[in-house]
Nanobody, 128 residues
Framework: QLQLVESGGGLVQPGGSLRLSCAAS????????IGWFRQAPGKAREGVAC????????SYADSVLGRFTISRDNAKKTVYLRMTNLKPGDTGVYYC?????????????????????WGRGTQVTVSS
C-alpha cells in the first residue's frame, strides 16, 4: 500500500529553522513528482514547493522563495523540506503529496489537484 508519512514539525521561534521529512512506503520515489503543501486555520491549502521525478524541475511559492529548500533522496525514499528564517505566517499543517506522470515526463507543479497520494501532515508552529 502506497503511504507517505511526514515528520519534523514542531514549535519554533521566528527566525528559526526546521527540516521536514516525507517518507514513502509501498512504492519507490523514482518516478514520482513530490509536492509540499501547507494549510493554516481558515485558509486554503497552499502549494509551497515541488520537485520533479528527475530533480530537474523545482518550484517554490513566492512566499517561501529563498527560505525553503526541497530535496529528495530516492535511496532513502524520502523527500525533505528545509525551512529557514521561519515567520509566524509559515504556521500551519504541512503535507507532502505524490503524483506519477506517464512515461518519463519530468515536471512538477504546486496545484493540489494534480496529486494522487497524500500524507496526514505535520504541524509547524512559528511563535515567540
Amino acid at each position: 500500500q502506497l503511504q507517505l508519512v511526514e515528520s519534523g514539525g514542531g514549535l519554533v521561534q521566528p527566525g528559526g529553522s526546521l527540516r521536514l521529512s516525507c517518507a514513502a512506503s509501498g512504492f519507490t520515489l523514482d518516478s514520482f513528482a513530490i509536492g509540499w503543501f501547507r494549510q493554516a486555520p481558515g485558509k486554503a491549502r497552499e502549494g509551497v514547493a515541488c520537485i520533479s521525478r528527475n530533480d530537474d524541475v523545482i518550484s517554490y511559492a513566492d512566499s517561501v522563495l529563498g527560505r525553503f529548500t526541497i530535496s529528495r533522496d530516492n535511496a532513502k525514499k524520502t523527500v525533505y523540506l528545509r525551512m529557514t528564517n521561519l515567520k509566524p505566517g509559515d504556521t500551519g499543517v504541512y503535507y507532502c503529496a505524490a503524483v506519477e506522470y506517464p512515461g518519463s515526463y519530468s515536471v512538477c507543479n504546486r496545484e493540489s489537484g494534480e496529486y494522487d497520494h497524500w500524507g496526514r501532515g505535520t504541524q509547524v508552529t512559528v511563535s515567540s
